[in-house]
């Protein structure tokens, strides 16, 4: 408990440090945001910040600051990718993009959005030290245990009083009621479940607009949003049919997702870098490049390395990401000076 509240402490002092830095660097003024300027009463829409502020969490704090922690217990890349909450996330990036349309002054940023990571990021610890505690006790003692199997770590608990294997997501039933007893633990659970709804909805939101844009037909009438929406509710379904059928097919979607949303962090962190250089930002362009290094060798070692990738011997895969993740840096400060030019 003293760690974890140690813990806790610097993370939450050192993100409002950073948090500070980090407006600064950015400079946010004045000029009109596009909540005003485009404002059409359907996708941009201006709103009070305190809204803004508590409809971002709710997109964030999703399945990542819960199942992200639970999964992500050893310290290897699949750590840095299963872990995809209040660190790096590029789902941040497509829900901030989100948001914006709704936001009244560039001001409000650090509030709205870093701040809500932090709040995230929270979330996320509680839920570490949740799953840590349960493995604590282990299965016997109605617990968790964690075993190597065929297909990697697992989960195990006391099921109709046998151990048996679990998935990821029981663990959260499992230290709910452990922890905070059957009325307690309904109310985290319902907690929990709303954070992935509302994340699976913004999701669905953030695509439906994203998808028009990318084609160049713009978002139109309801029937036109109706038309893009569909054809992704129905490959959203069957994914989650698959996932349900399979015991191994929950696992495998949060691994190839967590790879995916850790790989558009890089390219947001990519564009920062370039933002940045190219405004004349080049002696703050190391906040940007610090993670952009890190997770384009960690993204890359993943892929070369899992056994969902191609699973080449580690030793490769370290050699060939911390490549990548030089030239990601390098080729991201040459374009920044170049724009500038």
């Avoid at 016997?140 to 297909?151: F, K, P, S």
């Avoid at 770590?153 to 922890?179: H, M, P």
């Avoid at 009325?183 to 709804?197: D, E, K």
């Amino acid at each position: 408990m003293a760690t974890f509240i140690l813990g806790l402490v610097i993370f939450l002092v050192g993100g409002a440090l950073y948090g500070r830095l980090c407006e600064r660097a950015f400079g946010p003024d004045d000029r009109t945001t596009p909540a005003i300027e485009k404002a059409d009463g359907v996708d941009y829409v201006p709103m009070p910040k305190w809204r803004n502020s508590l409809i971002n969490l709710l997109n964030i704090a999703g399945t990542g600051p819960i199942l992200g922690p639970i999964q992500g217990i050893l310290f290897v890349p699949v750590f840095f990718v299963t872990v995809a909450c209040g660190i790096l996330s590029g789902f941040h990036s497509t829900q901030v993009t989100l948001v914006t349309r709704t936001v009244g002054s560039e001001r409000e940023g650090r509030t709205t959005f870093y701040n809500m990571m932090i709040l995230e990021g929270t979330v996320a610890m509680v839920w570490a030290a949740a799953s840590m505690a349960m493995i604590g006790v282990g299965a016997a003692e109605g617990g968790i245990t964690m075993q190597m199997t065929d297909g990697g770590w697992a989960y195990f608990a006391q099921v109709d009083g046998e151990v048996q294997r679990i998935a990821a997501t029981s663990v959260v039933g499992v230290a709910c009621n452990k922890l905070l007893g059957p009325v307690g633990g309904i109310v985290a659970i319902i907690g929990a479940i709303v954070l992935s709804v509302t994340s699976g909805d913004t999701a669905m939101r953030s695509l439906r607009l994203m998808v028009p844009e990318a084609l160049g037909v713009g978002t139109g009438g309801a029937g036109r949003r109706l038309a893009v929406a569909a054809p992704l509710f129905a490959l959203a379904a069957c994914l989650l049919v698959w996932a349900k059928s399979d015991a191994d097919g929950f696992g495998i979607i949060w691994r190839y997702s967590g790879w995916a949303n850790q790989t558009l962090g890089v390219c947001a962190l990519v564009t920062v870098t370039i933002w940045l250089v190219s405004h004349g930002k080049r002696r703050v362009a190391w906040m940007p490049l610090v993670p952009l290094a890190f997770y384009a060798f960690i993204t890359c070692t993943f892929l070369l390395s899992a056994r969902i990738g191609f699973n080449l011997p580690i030793q490769v895969a370290y050699a060939v990401g911390a490549i990548f993740a030089i030239a990601a840096c390098a080729l991201s400060l040459w374009w920044g000076s170049r724009r500038r030019e």
